[in-house]
């Protein structure tokens, strides 16, 4: 490319970073890493009637987390600050009033009392409201400035042409086209004086010499209109590049009562809906609080409708991704967010992690349930990491290690070891002296002792040990056997486990 390559990525701090803006945040900074230019943080923060205290430095933290660092932002600095809109809010009336000099705006001073009866009145006739274009044709320039220096409340809007065309080139969708009589003449500066959305960021990717601007589709029916105000000043407008949505099969939920709507049979109504915080969908950094790993997370964003060329491989590094990243494999279609196949990812990524990294990440969570001074993390951690998924499951896996749950008796019956009620009890009655009389409690040599003893019982291994692994876990499911379990409680705890299991048998 002949110019350098300027992308930003222009977030509101309306709460977390949810994952379909991390998504367009991740492509906008492959693509200018890809093409060796610059990513800049923008702080869009115009609408302060949303914003959520703390949600700009929640957005630094996000961004650092998820590894994409950007070259120049409001904490960073750079050449073309400041990079928070509220900040830079004195540049916007002057950008406003050249276009209203230049014709492409003009100021109106409808109330909304006026702008109610316009939108009655378009109602009555069966129209699509939009706004008539009133105080450009009743009010001249000189007596808007006079009406504004006697203190009048006013807006500014884009005066869009009546009649031809606005239209656009996107790298995906191609060339997009609108008659300029289907839009409307957007206010581009508020009563308060603050730009809006529609404004700020044309006057905003000019001045930062923004060459590529990523977006999500909503912003593609605007895009003709921010056409319009880049002609209006002659200024070269950006090359767009507008993201199909991430979506996620839910349930059709009543709005007023939040409760899933039923059929008439009773049943939930499945809808595949828009990803959206405001329906309480992860963010990125609930994911992370949950315990999925960022690497993890950033290679399956990544794939929500993008897929490599000449590859089938689904596990890339930041680095690959800069390395394999093309504008050209990103599907039209919207892309859908799986649980279950980010899980897969996770426990991939989890099985990867050398031992004393996976410690590291898991040690943590296995001490909100257990005494590191009493249990041999290490050892737990070994026979765990091929067993996690997710790392919050951790505390709920290891439990009954603490403390044993309540028995229940229905596990002793197994179809696999042959197991009864009956057979357990004897099994536990013969295991139970052998384990009284070892006293170096290793794995090792619970593993040796008992199994040689076994074939005088006349019992088969499976007989024996699923009952002893049932009395001193009441788990079916555990992290290791019965001689990992026994060895990670301790003689003590374990033959104390087996003494309450066969008074209940």
């Known amino acids: 490319m002949s110019t350098e390559v300027r992308t930003r990525f222009a977030p509101s701090p309306t709460?977390?970073?949810?994952?379909?803006?991390?998504?367009?945040?991740?492509?906008?900074?492959?693509?200018?890493?890809?093409?060796?230019?610059?990513?800049i943080l923008r702080i869009e923060d115009t609408d302060q009637e949303r914003e959520v205290p703390g949600a700009v430095d929640l957005i630094y933290?996000?961004?650092?987390?998820?590894?994409?660092?950007?070259?120049?932002?409001?904490?960073v600095g750079g050449d073309y600050g400041p990079y928070i809109q509220t900040q830079r809010r004195d540049l916007y009336p002057k950008y406003a009033w050249e276009l209203v000099e230049k014709g492409g705006a003009y100021c109106c001073f409808c109330t909304k009392e006026d702008l109610e009866q316009q939108r009655k009145e378009a109602e009555a006739k069966g129209e699509t409201y939009k706004y008539n274009k009133k105080c450009l044709h009743t009010v001249s320039l000189e007596e808007a400035k006079r009406r504004i220096a006697a203190g009048e409340p006013y807006v500014?809007?884009?005066?869009?042409?009546?009649?031809?065309?606005?239209?656009?080139?996107?790298?995906l969708y191609g060339h997009v086209e609108v008659d300029c009589d289907t839009l409307d003449d957007n206010v581009l500066i508020k009563a308060d004086g603050l730009p809006t959305y529609n404004f700020a960021n044309v006057i905003d990717d000019h001045l930062m010499a923004i060459s590529h601007v990523m977006r999500g589709t909503e912003y593609l029916s605007s895009a003709p209109k921010y056409n319009l105000l880049y002609e209006a000043f002659g200024w070269q407008p950006p090359i767009y590049l507008h993201l199909p949505p991430v979506m996620v099969e839910s349930v059709l939920m009543d709005k007023a009562t939040r409760q899933p709507i039923l059929d008439e049979n009773g049943n939930t109504q499945p809808v595949v809906r828009k990803l959206s915080k405001r329906y309480g969908d992860p963010s990125f950094e609930d994911l992370l609080e949950k315990g999925y790993l960022k690497e993890a997370i950033i290679n399956f964003i990544a794939l929500l409708g993008w897929a490599p060329k000449d590859t089938n491989e689904e596990f890339f590094s930041m680095e690959?991704?800069?390395?394999?990243?093309?504008?050209?494999?990103?599907?039209?279609?919207?892309?859908i967010f799986n649980t279950e196949k980010l899980n897969w990812f996770n426990a991939e990524y989890i099985r990867r992690m050398t031992p004393q990294a996976y410690a590291e990440a898991a040690k943590p969570w296995l001490t909100r349930v257990l005494d590191p001074e009493r249990f041999d993390l290490d050892r737990?951690?070994?026979?765990?990491?091929?067993?996690?998924e997710i790392f919050s499951q951790l505390p709920g896996m290891v439990d009954?290690?603490?403390?044993?749950?309540?028995?229940?008796?229905?596990?002793?019956?197994?179809?696999?070891?042959?197991?009864?009620?009956?057979?357990?009890?004897?099994?536990?009655?013969?295991?139970?002296?052998i384990l009284e009389g070892i006293e170096t409690w290793t794995e090792t040599n619970l593993h040796d002792v008992v199994m040689a003893a076994i074939p005088q019982s006349g019992m088969k291994n499976a007989t024996v040990l699923w009952p002893l692994r049932i009395a001193i876990t009441g788990r079916a499911a555990t992290p290791g056997g019965a001689f990992e379990m026994a060895y990670l409680l301790g003689r003590d705890e374990t033959l104390k486990r087996l003494d309450a299991a066969l008074a209940k048998l």
């Open 61 to 75: 933290k996000s961004m650092r987390q998820a590894g994409l660092d950007y070259d120049e932002g409001p904490d």
């Open 400 to 433: 009954f290690l603490a403390e044993m749950p309540e028995l229940d008796m229905a596990l002793f019956t197994n179809k696999k070891s042959k197991s009864t009620p009956e057979t357990s009890k004897t099994a536990l009655e013969f295991v139970k002296p």
């Open 15 to 39: 709460g977390y970073l949810h994952l379909g803006g991390l998504r367009t945040a991740l492509y906008t900074y492959l693509f200018a890493k890809k093409h060796g230019g610059k990513f």
């Open 380 to 388: 737990l951690c070994e026979l765990l990491q091929a067993r996690t």
């Open 156 to 171: 500014i809007r884009q005066n869009v042409p009546t009649t031809g065309k606005a239209s656009f080139d996107d790298m």
């Open 320 to 335: 690959d991704l800069i390395r394999v990243f093309d504008e050209k494999g990103i599907n039209k279609s919207p892309s």
